[in-house]
Structures are given as structure tokens and as C-alpha cells.
């Protein structure tokens, strides 16, 4: 299972951006996606995780009500959509799968990644 991230860009304080993730390879069984995302001199950090069918979404304190993950399983992506940034989600942001069980906001858990996309938020 490969994961290819995109999306990330430079955005002012304030703006929205939109990060894709692209799931391929062997794609058969159904996966949770999630998104981490990792600031300079920072740990990993959860940002939000959505289950196979979609009905199930949970998100990190400190992006909840204003970022969005969906996904679409007939075109295998993810997404996380991202408003009212500010310079604090600046970060490499991953988008991650797992097979499932418990742990969705454990980076630890999650069993393929992708190469990360930057995001900048200028203030």
C-alpha cells in the first residue's frame, strides 16, 4: 500500500487549504485514514482520523471545527480540509492508514504513510 500526500502550499493566517491523500496498491481491505502532521522541533501530532465508511471522524483538540477529513473510496482518497489557519499548523502534514482495531489517534498504530506535504501559514 503506497500513500502519496499533496496539497501543501503557503497560505496567509486566516486562509483554507485543502490536503489530498492518494491511497494505491493493494487497496482491498478497508482501512482508516488518518492525518498527523509535525512541526519543527515538535512530536508527531494527531489532526484527525476517519473511519472506512466515513460515519466515524475524530479530530485533535486543537484543529476541531475548523479542519474537515472526508474521504471518497471510489477515487481511494482522503482528504483534510483546513480553514481559519493559523501560524501554529504549520507542519509537515502525513496522512496514514491502518487496518483497523483501536488507536486512531496513535500514530503508532497506523501500518503505511505517506512522504508528508508542508504546510506554511504566514501570520
Known amino acids: 500500500v503506497q500513500l502519496q500526500a499533496s496539497g501543501g502550499g503557503l497560505v496567509q493566517a486566516g486562509g483554507s487549504l485543502t490536503l489530498s491523500c492518494a491511497l494505491s496498491?493493494?487497496?482491498?481491505?478497508?482501512?482508516?485514514m488518518g492525518w498527523f502532521r509535525q512541526a519543527p522541533g515538535k512530536e508527531r501530532e494527531f489532526v484527525a482520523a476517519i473511519s472506512w465508511t466515513g460515519d466515524r471522524t475524530y479530530y485533535g483538540d486543537s484543529v476541531q471545527g475548523r479542519f474537515t477529513i472526508s474521504r471518497n473510496n471510489d477515487q481511494k482518497k482522503a482528504y483534510l480540509q483546513m480553514n481559519s489557519l493559523n501560524a501554529e499548523d504549520t507542519a509537515v502534514y502525513y496522512c496514514?492508514?491502518?487496518?483497523?482495531?483501536?488507536?486512531?489517534?496513535?500514530?503508532?498504530?497506523?501500518?503505511?504513510w505517506g512522504q508528508g506535504t508542508l504546510v506554511t501559514v504566514s501570520s
Open positions: 496514514a492508514a491502518k487496518g483497523g482495531g483501536s488507536g486512531w489517534l496513535i500514530a503508532d498504530t497506523y501500518d503505511y
Open positions: 496498491g493493494r487497496t482491498a481491505s478497508s482501512y482508516v
